[in-house]
Nanobody, 113 residues
Framework: QVHLVESGGGLVQSGGSLRLSCVASGSVFSMYAMDWYRQAPGKQRELVAGISSGGSTIYSDSVKGRFTISRDNAKNTVYLQMSSLKPEDTAVYYC???????WGQGTQVTVSS
């Protein structure tokens, strides 16, 4: 099993930016499609963005144009660049190995108005 560690969360003002990172253990990271999810208090976990092993990306409508997912296979890392943040983006953000449904522990993002 791959071990995933997210980082980069924090407190930011509305309109600000953050970059989340998810580092994966193991040598086959490049083969995996990776996703970023988020879960706000009292809400279901939702897909934010995903990236295939080949670099194809998908985004939820709520973040399209504001967030960018990318990956660096040499560093076993997937990123989520978040811009124009809104208070409704406040949540715990998780990365996931899509094929095996492996999750990290999450990183908190709080956007103040």
């Amino acid at each position: 099993q791959v071990h995933l560690v997210e980082s980069g969360g924090g407190l930011v003002q509305s309109g600000g930016s953050l970059r989340l990172s998810c580092v994966a253990s193991g040598s086959v990271f490049s083969m995996y499609a990776m996703d970023w999810y988020r879960q706000a208090p009292g809400k279901q976990r939702e897909l934010v963005a995903g990236i295939s092993s080949g670099g194809s990306t998908i985004y939820s409508d709520s973040v399209k144009g504001r967030f960018t997912i990318s990956r660096d296979n040499a560093k076993n890392t997937v990123y989520l660049q978040m811009s124009s943040l809104k208070p409704e983006d406040t949540a715990v953000y998780y990365c996931r190995v899509r094929r095996y449904n492996w999750w990290g522990q999450g990183t908190q993002v709080t956007v103040s108005s």
